[in-house]
Nanobody, 121 residues
């Protein structure tokens, strides 16, 4: 049974940093794309960043330059380093895994439960 478990969320002041982690189990995802999405109250879930099996990355314009995605295939894990956080970054952050590197939620069959990030101004 595939399971994705996020950790590292919490409350941070604007301008601060957080590092989210996602540990996968149940199968090896070294050949898959791993990504982070986020969903704020009343908004649709949106793509934040993704990393392909070869390490190529893509980030949403809203977080470019402030967020870095990385992965450790030996640990079957993906990370999101977020710096210079803004109140607008507050959301539940979800780890997702899929075969295709896209920004569409429908292309990711595996999802974590989410980790809350709150940014105080």
């Amino acid at each position: 049974q595939v399971q994705l478990v996020e950790s590292g969320g919490g409350l941070v002041q604007a301008g601060g940093s957080l590092r989210l982690s996602c540990a996968a189990s149940g199968r090896t995802f070294s050949t898959y794309t791993m990504a982070w999405f986020r969903q704020a109250p009343g908004k649709e879930r949106e793509f934040v960043a993704g990393i392909g099996s070869g390490g190529n990355t893509v980030s949403a314009v809203s977080v470019k330059g402030r967020c870095t995605i990385s992965r450790d295939n030996a640990k079957n894990a993906v990370y999101l380093q977020m710096n210079s956080l803004k109140p607008g970054d507050a959301a539940v952050y979800y780890c997702a895994v899929g075969l295709v590197a896209t920004v569409a939620t429908a292309d990711y069959p595996y999802w974590g439960e989410g980790s809350q990030v709150t940014v105080s101004s």
